[in-house]
């Protein structure tokens, strides 16, 4: 398995279907760190969302208003590491 790092452009997978869903850049990948939710990263990656093919695709951490990749783009989201 390739090593994850901060700074690396990546593709989003759905939880769901594996489709690709999105694209974004990592930003945190410290298991301990806390993710803008304010829970520990943990099997998540911290990414800043750029680009969102599925605007319907629900967020696997919602936070208050961003349910969907759709109000995601340009802001950064928890992500599970195994659909990056």
Do not use: F, H
């Not at 090593?3 to 452009?9: L, Q």
């Not at 990546?10 to 939710?37: C, H, M």
């Amino acid at each position: 398995m390739e090593r994850i790092k901060c700074g690396t452009e990546v593709g989003l997978a759905s939880p769901n279907s594996k489709e690709l869903v999105a694209l974004g850049t990592i930003q945190k990948t410290d298991r301990e760190a806390k993710a803008k939710d304010g829970q520990p990263l943990a099997d998540y990656i911290e990414v800043l969302v750029s680009i969102v093919y599925k605007r319907t695709t629900i967020l696997p951490r919602a936070l208050g208003k961003i349910q969907n990749l759709g109000s995601a783009t340009a802001r950064c989201i928890p992500w599970p590491r195994q659909n990056v």
